[in-house]
Each structure stands twice: as C-alpha cells, then as structure tokens.
C-alpha cells in the first residue's frame, strides 16, 4: 500500500486518497482514463491514433449537455503520484499542438465489489 503521507495535497493527490479509502490498492495495477477535450471529431481521431502510438488505448465522447468532445486514453498502470502526473504532461504535450486540453482523470480502481 502507497504511504498517503507522502502523497501531496492536490487535486490528484486527493484522488488517490479517494481511491484508497474506498478499498483500492495503489500497489497494484488499474486502467487509469485520462481526458482530453478536442475541438472537434477528426482531431480526436488524429490525435487518437498519436496516443494509442504512445501506449493509450483511445476512445471518443460527445457530451451533448455541454457541447463537448472528450479524448480517452485509458492506459494500464500503477496509479503512482509521479507517473500520473508524467501521463498528463505527455498527453498535454500532445493536445496541445491540435488545440486539445487534458482535463483530469478517473479510474474505477481496482477495490473487489
């Protein structure tokens, strides 16, 4: 199990707090989902193809309540402070060039039901 301690007090670091009071374990592997928001459906689906290159397994989403196209690259790994903090950099990275934006992630953890 991670020491929360170490963890640093932000957003992502509440998220993995979350995670492991709800019965996840932060040692062990989960599919993280990260989001992207993309202007419009043929860059999601350029910058789909980059991602999935990277090692993301990618997927579109309209939100028609705001209007809004969602890039998911969802990747299998440990959910690490430091190595979610490197994935939303180098997707970051990635959208930026095609006026995409990363807005956060999610997991459904890894907790038994």
């Given at each position: 199990?991670?020491?929360?301690?170490?963890?640093?007090?932000?957003?992502?670091?509440?998220?993995?707090?979350?995670l492991?009071?709800?019965?996840n374990?932060?040692?062990?592997?989960?599919?993280?989902?990260?989001?992207?928001?993309?202007?419009?459906?043929?860059?999601?689906?350029?910058?789909?193809?980059?991602?999935?290159?990277a090692?993301?397994?990618?997927?579109?989403?309209?939100?028609?309540d705001?209007?809004?196209?969602?890039?998911?690259?969802?990747?299998?790994?440990?959910?690490e402070?430091?190595?979610?903090?490197?994935?939303?950099?180098?997707?970051?990275?990635?959208?930026?060039?095609?006026?995409g934006?990363i807005?956060?992630?999610?997991?459904?953890?890894?907790?038994?039901?």
């Amino acid at each position: 199990m991670a020491n929360l301690d170490s963890i640093p007090n932000d957003a992502d670091g509440e998220i993995l707090r979350s995670l492991a009071e709800n019965g996840n374990d932060l040692s062990k592997f989960m599919v993280i989902d990260f989001h992207i928001i993309v202007p419009d459906q043929n860059t999601g689906v350029f910058l789909g193809e980059e991602v999935r290159l990277a090692g993301y397994k990618p997927e579109l989403f309209y939100n028609e309540d705001v209007d809004e196209i969602t890039l998911q690259a969802s990747k299998l790994m440990l959910p690490e402070y430091q190595a979610l903090i490197d994935a939303q950099v180098e997707l970051g990275r990635m959208a930026l060039p095609h006026g995409g934006t990363i807005d956060g992630w999610g997991t459904m953890g890894n907790a038994e039901s």
